[in-house]
């Protein structure tokens, strides 16, 4: 059974110089899982952050938190409770990156030497080897490092629920990429549920249990990666993906998912196949074939270049299936 | 060249004199320097929080100092009275404003976004002041410290005039006498005491950025 740990009812945030940022949002978020609200500059995105751990205040609706009205919750309280990385980094400057990451820890009167080994645990975990980084200013260190130290100051107190705006934001794409591959091995770790907030779709799908697209305060679809990329609700989010959507689509489906399990084939190791099994999948070279668990991108590209019309789909050494461009698509969306 | 010679010989034979005038002189000013701070920093500091406050204060502190300083211990000694006491009151109004214009904007002008973040990690308006707008904000603050005592070594030579001492003793009974060297062995001193006290409100200020800032591994928010 799955419990939501943060939920908005017909959540509506006017600022006081009448800017309606959010209009009468509603979503929940299940526990352990991580949400990623993706959308253009102006959509609200950071404001439906804010309003979680009361940075701003909602002018109307419900939000809760564990089940609780969070206007019942004491601020201060929530704020130590809920890790915020704020899109702008905001490290204080002018103490160490030791400091900045104890800072929640420290406000929660933490001993000290509790403090300095999450810190280090931390800033080994964000691959900032704490013999060499705790004493740095942040000034001393580069934009990602930055959002690591951010990112590591949200994690210190080992809160439940994690609101990170934007946190690869300010990276060049080899860096992001890389805190992204980083960020999901420790998610997998941590398992904390997470409120992610992009504007770029390519990292909300990798990221993303589940996707808020928004636009103008409003969300137009609340859905899984795959319902996001395989049934659009309309033609804003068809264009918010993009126009390689098929191709992002294939990196969502498995060589499993697709295969034809029917082929006789199929239970035969490679080994036993010996030169007598599917034409399609053979070439010069031999038999093509790709796991299982692989994406059907990769089958694809290997059928692009190995010049057949499919290949094998292998478990360990067992042939469990084929794979061929016709069965690709069929199962691309454009196709139903 | 033999001018400033004459006027080192004339300090040497009045050796005595001088140090009385520079010790009233240095009394004067670090004494009303003092009182400026204990009072414009956090006045300073209650403006950022309360605009009422703020637009009042930086109406006073205006007023003193638009005025000239000697209408501004002229205006003060018909309540206070004629000597040292005077002297305070006027340099400690007239000082008061450089001090609280910085502590203003030193505060106002730490990043939005660290106040945000400060907010967001859970700290209390009081912590958020102590562990990050102040430290902040320190340095702008000194140099409304540093340019005020500055001010007030000049202004200083003004208290002569009612009857306060300090190094103007000399400076104006030389002009009256055509005592150039009387007058140098009085302003001398004077520039050489605005530089010192500016060194070493410099290095008290180095000090609280490095030494014992929330430093070490130890101190960082508290209640
Ligand atoms: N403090 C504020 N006062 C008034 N209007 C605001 C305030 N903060 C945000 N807004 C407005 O509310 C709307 C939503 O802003 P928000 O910061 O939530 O957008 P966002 O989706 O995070 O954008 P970005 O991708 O650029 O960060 C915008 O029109 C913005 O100008
Ligand atoms: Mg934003």
Redesign the interface.
């Given at each position: 059974m799955t419990s939501t740990i943060i939920d908005f009812e017909n959540v509506t945030k006017e600022y006081p110089d009448g800017t309606v940022a959010i209009e009468d949002i509603s979503f929940s978020v299940e526990e352990g899982t991580t949400t990623v609200f993706v959308g253009p500059s102006g959509c609200g995105k950071t404001t439906t952050m804010k309003l979680v751990n009361r940075l701003e205040e909602l002018t109307s609706g419900k939000i809760y938190y564990d089940g609780q009205e969070i206007r019942s919750l004491d601020k201060i309280d929530l704020r130590r409770n809920i890790g915020y990385v704020i899109q702008e980094i905001g490290l204080f400057d002018h103490m160490t990156v030791a400091e900045n990451v104890g800072m929640v820890p420290t406000l929660l009167e933490w001993d000290r030497a509790r403090i300095d080994d999450r810190v280090d645990e931390l800033l080994d975990l964000m691959d900032l080897p704490a013999e060499t980084y705790r004493d740095q200013h942040p000034m001393e260190l580069s934009g990602g490092q930055r959002q690591r130290v951010g990112v590591a100051r949200a994690l210190a107190a080992d809160p439940d629920v994690m609101l990170m705006d934007e946190p690869f934001g300010a990276l060049d794409p080899i860096t992001r990429e890389k805190l992204q591959d980083e960020f999901l091995e420790i998610q997998a770790q941590i398992d904390k549920t997470i409120l992610f907030v992009t504007h770029d779709i390519d990292e909300a799908l990798k990221m993303g249990d589940k996707i808020a697209i928004y636009r103008n305060g409003q969300i137009v679809q609340y859905d899984t990666p795959k319902e996001i990329l395989t049934n659009p609700a309309n033609d804003f989010v068809r264009e918010f993906i993009g126009s390689d959507r098929l191709i992002k689509e294939l990196k969502f489906m498995t060589a499993g998912d697709v295969m034809d399990e029917t082929a006789d084939v199929t239970g035969k190791t490679l080994s036993e196949l010996g030169a007598a099994g599917v034409e399609f999948a053979r070439n010069g070279q031999g038999y093509l074939t790709v796991e299982r668990s692989e994406t059907t991108h990769v089958a694809l590209m290997k059928i692009y270049e190995g010049h057949v019309e499919g290949v094998l789909v292998t478990e360990g050494e067992e042939v469990v299936g084929t794979v061929t461009e016709a069965d690709l698509k069929r199962n691309l969306s454009e196709g139903r | 060249m033999s001018l400033l010679v004459e006027s080192i010989q004339y300090l040497f034979d009045n050796f005595e004199t001088f140090l009385q005038l520079l010790q009233e002189h240095v009394f004067l000013v670090v004494v009303a320097e003092v009182a400026a701070v204990l009072v414009a920093l956090p006045v300073g500091i209650l403006a950022t929080r309360n605009d009422a406050v703020k637009r009042y204060a930086l109406r006073v502190g205006n007023v003193f100092h638009t005025i000239p300083p000697l209408a501004v211990i002229a205006l003060v000694f018909p309540f206070v009275g004629i000597g040292m006491k005077s002297g305070f009151v006027a340099l400690w109004a007239y000082g008061l404003l450089p001090i609280l214009i910085n502590t203003i904007t030193g505060i106002e002008e730490v990043?939005e976004?660290?106040v945000?973040?400060?907010?967001?990690?859970?700290?209390?308006e009081n912590?958020i002041l102590k562990?990050?707008q102040l430290?902040?904000a320190v340095p702008v603050i000194f140099a409304g410290i540093r340019t005020s005592t500055i001010i007030n070594v000049g202004n200083g030579y003004l208290a002569f005039f009612i009857g306060a001492g300090g190094l103007g003793d000399w400076v104006v009974t030389g002009i009256a006498l055509f005592n150039n060297p009387q007058i140098l062995a009085g302003a001398i001193p004077g520039a050489l005491l605005a530089i010192g006290l500016d060194l070493a409100l410099g290095r008290v200020e180095n000090r609280l950025?490095t030494g014992d800032?929330?430093?070490q591994?130890?101190t960082?928010?508290a209640a």
């Open positions: - | 990043d976004s660290t945000e973040a400060a907010r967001g990690v859970g700290m209390t912590q562990s990050v430290p902040l950025r800032e929330p430093g591994r130890s960082t928010a």
